[in-house]
Structures are given as structure tokens and as C-alpha cells.
């Protein structure tokens, strides 16, 4: 039996094109091996959305390619980058044996075989891989769900269209049948991702979109939460509000890029709402519940001028988002912001970055306080710190991996468990409690 290791990188939406292409892999010959460096076959899939995220992946393919004076034989790269770059990267780097693109998952086994009959594979031309099975590599109790695919919103800064095409939603029976799945595994959390979640069944449906998407999955058994992320603001209307905030099931979460508050800098962006737009919606989102809202932001856009940037602190310190992701502008190859004139230095982006940070943790700190200290919340277990000798897990207005976790004494807890806490202390962005 050969044995295989495979590496995701990038987002999350990877991650679960990485999990689709494990399921193809069950029933093989092949033995799926955490430690690389006993692995025959490695597979690698990429991302390619920033200019960190190439290095990260030709630096994890150049390991790999030192492998092969060891026990590797065969490396497969897919994904992001092996879509957009494929005749550079045969050209490049012809100690891989095999390139797929974003849609060439269901091949996997047949390349296998292929390439161990002395052949090559190269191919970015999209299959069908709208497959329901999956092989988790989150803990068992949360997952991610894909309900699109691709991107028609073309930001400025973005090369995603390019590379993973026009925006195409799954059909609802798929996700649904793909949901049920994943609640018969023991998933407790669904998290829904695409590049644009909120325009979920607008290329499908005229009387069907995310909201109706949302309360159908509320009704399959074992699951207890459903988070949304990537929800672009000019989606979000009362309906949805009003679900989020009536149904137990779905998070009180969002998670919404804005990228930035300066109107010529959103109109460079080709974003499509205003910075009063922003505002509105954020009142409207406060004004219907406790939701807790998370956002990203691109700091050092070509042309951001130093009021520019400071109109964004002020917006961050006026409105106190609960979390917040800051990006430095990478300048992508094919994309109009790359020839926008005054592109800014990266000493300068990087001490923007800084700042913002630096605001946004006090925010956090701030919001902490006010809104969890002395309540009593519905924590998810995820595990044991042992340094800090307390268990930890998150509630609903945390995501995994990017937000806040809750630390917490207890007798007792169960990985995947739910348990009320009560919040005692703040951690700068995480919380300490109590298990009640």
C-alpha cells in the first residue's frame, strides 16, 4: 500500500476541495500519512490569491521536491496556482509530476495511476467535482460548506475571477443532501463559505436565495449552529437579519468584507456600496439584535492618502466591529489596481497595518467588556490548554481559527460538547470563565 500525505493551503473554500479530493482517494490503495517524510505520493494543493500566498505554495512544493531524494516518488500539485500559472509552472518546476487545476479533483486516482505508469499529467480544464462525500480535516464537530463557486463582483484588487471563473451556485438539493451527510459524520456546525455567500441562487433561482438556503438547513437534525461568512454588504437585507436573529440555529455572525470606508477608495475598488451605505447597514444590523459582526480590510490601496487610511482608524474606533482581519494591498499580476498609478511602499503599508491592529485589539478589549463580562454564554468545546491548565472552545460570535476563543475551569468536558460559561475575566482577545 503506498503511502500518500497531502498539504491545503489557502482558505478555507480549499479546504474543502482538499476534503472532496480525499473522499475520491477511499477505496484506493493508498494509505493517507500525516508525516510527509514517510509519504510516497504528496499532494499539494494551492493558493495563489496573494503574492504571500504563491510563496507559501512554490515554497512548500520546493520542500516536497526535496523529498524525492528520500522516500517520495511523486508529487501532484492543484488548486489556485496550478490554474492560473500551469505552463509556467511545467516549464519551472519539472520535478512535479502532475498539475491540476481547481476543478480537476475527480481525476485524482486515475492521475495516480497514470503517473505510475510512467506518464505525466497536466491539465487546468474544469470536470465536474460536485461530489457530497467528504474526509474531514477540521475536528469532527464543525465543517465547512461550499454553496458557490467562482466570483462575478470583479473587486479591482482581485485575481479570483480569473482564476476560479464566474460565479456559479450549487444547486440547494446538493448542499442540503451534502449537509445531511456531514450532520450523520457528528458535524454540530455547518459554516457556509463561497466568494460571495449572500448572492447564494441568484444564477439558479428567481424565488430561492441564501435566506430560504439558511432556514432549510435549520431543519436537519444534529445540527445546532450555522455560521455565514463572506456576506457582501449589499446582500444583507431585513429578511436576513430578522432570520439570524429569530432562528436558534443560525449564529449571531456575520461576517462581512468591507474593505475599506473611503468612498474613492471603495469606487477604485470597484465595491458596491458607499461609506454611508456601510454605516446604514451596520445600524441596521445593531438595531436588530446582538450580532457580532466580523470584517476585513486592505490597508495601503493604491492612492490611500494618509486622511485616507486615518478616515479608517476613525471608522474602526466610531463603530468597533468585534473582529477584524487586516490585509497590506498585494499588487496582482492581470488586475486594473496593478497599473493604478502611486502605488503605495511597503514600509508604509506595513506600518498602517500596525496601527490598525493596535486600534482594533483595544477595540476588542473594549467590546469584551461591555457586552460578555459577568454573562453566562453556550460555549463549544474544542480542547484542552494545557500551559494554562483550562479547557477552551468558542461561542456563536466567534468563527474558528480567525476569531476569539473562551477559556474555562470545569470538572468535565467532551470535545463537541456544548457547555454554559459563565465569563469571568478578559484576556485581552480572549475570554476566561467558568463552567456553570
Known sequence: MKKLGIISLGCDKNRVDTEKMLSYLKGSDLEIVDDLNTAEIIIINTCAFIDKARKESIDTILDAIDLKQNNCRKIIVSGCLSQ??????????????????????????????????????????????????????????????????????YCTFCSIPSIRGKYTSRTKDKILDEAKNLADMGVKELILVAQDTGRYGSDLYKDYDITDLLFDLTKIDGIEWIRLLYCYPETINERLLNLIVSQPKICDYLDIPLQHIDNMILKRMNRR????????????????????????????FPQESDSQFEKLLFFLEEFKLDNVGFFTYSREEGTPAANMPNQIPS???????????????KIVVENNKKKRLNKTLKVLYEGIDFDKNLFFGRTQYNAPEVDTLVYFSGNYAEIGNFYDVKITDILTYDLKGEMQ
Open 84 to 153: 492560473k500559472y500551469l505552463d509556467e509552472l511545467k516549464k519551472e518546476l519539472p520535478e512535479v509530476d502532475a498539475f491540476l487545476g481547481t476543478s480537476n479533483y475527480s481525476e485524482i486516482v486515475k492521475v495516480i495511476k497514470r503517473l505510475y505508469n510512467g506518464e505525466t499529467y497536466y491539465s487546468n480544464i474544469p470536470k465536474d467535482n460536485d461530489v457530497i462525500d467528504r474526509v474531514l480535516t477540521t475536528p469532527l464537530h464543525y465543517a465547512y460548506l461550499k454553496i458557490a463557486e467562482g466570483c462575478d463582483n
Open 273 to 300: 456600496i458607499t461609506e454611508d451605505g456601510i454605516k446604514n447597514l451596520i445600524y441596521k444590523i445593531r438595531e436588530s439584535g446582538d450580532i457580532s459582526i466580523r470584517s476585513s480590510f486592505i490597508l495601503g
Open 347 to 361: 514600509k508604509i503599508k506595513n506600518s498602517r497595518l500596525r496601527q490598525a491592529a493596535a486600534v482594533q485589539q
